[in-house]
């Protein structure tokens, strides 16, 4: 059974960067769609960015297009999210998500069907 784990999270200075990583037991990350995605506090979760199975296509949202970055790590079986340029905005509690049933990633958290449990990513001064 998939399971997932996001870390990498803390806190950062605005104009920092980070990187989060989405670790996976029980399957192979490569096999899924794999999404990231934040949730900020009385906000509902938000799509962040995505990359299809087979690396065919990502998605960014639009808030963070030109700062972030998702790519696969198949060899230590991660998906990561380099974030640059971090804003106060993007405090947040970023989750990962797999599509169990399509190869396509879409940014929309309804997609997804097993999630990890989430980490906190601070932008402040």
């Known amino acids: 059974q998939l399971q997932l784990v996001e870390y990498g999270g803390g806190l950062v200075q605005p104009g920092g960067s980070l990187r989060l990583s989405c670790a996976a037991s029980?399957?192979?990350?490569?096999?899924?769609?794999i999404g990231w995605f934040r949730q900020a506090p009385g906000k509902e979760r938000e799509g962040v960015a995505c990359?299809?199975?087979?690396?065919?296509?990502?998605h960014y949202g639009r808030s963070v297009k030109g700062r972030f970055a998702i790519s696969r790590d198949n060899v230590n079986n991660t998906v990561n999210l380099q974030m640059n340029s971090l804003k106060p905005e993007d405090t947040a509690v970023y989750y990962c998500?797999?599509?169990?049933?399509?190869?396509?990633?879409?940014?929309?958290?309804?997609?997804?069907?097993?999630w990890g449990q989430g980490t906190q990513v601070t932008v402040s001064s």
């Open positions: 998500g797999a599509d169990l049933q399509w190869r396509l990633c879409v940014i929309e958290p309804s997609s997804y069907d097993s």
């Open positions: 029980g399957a192979t990350l490569a096999d899924y769609a």
């Open positions: 990359i299809s199975s087979g690396d065919t296509s990502t």
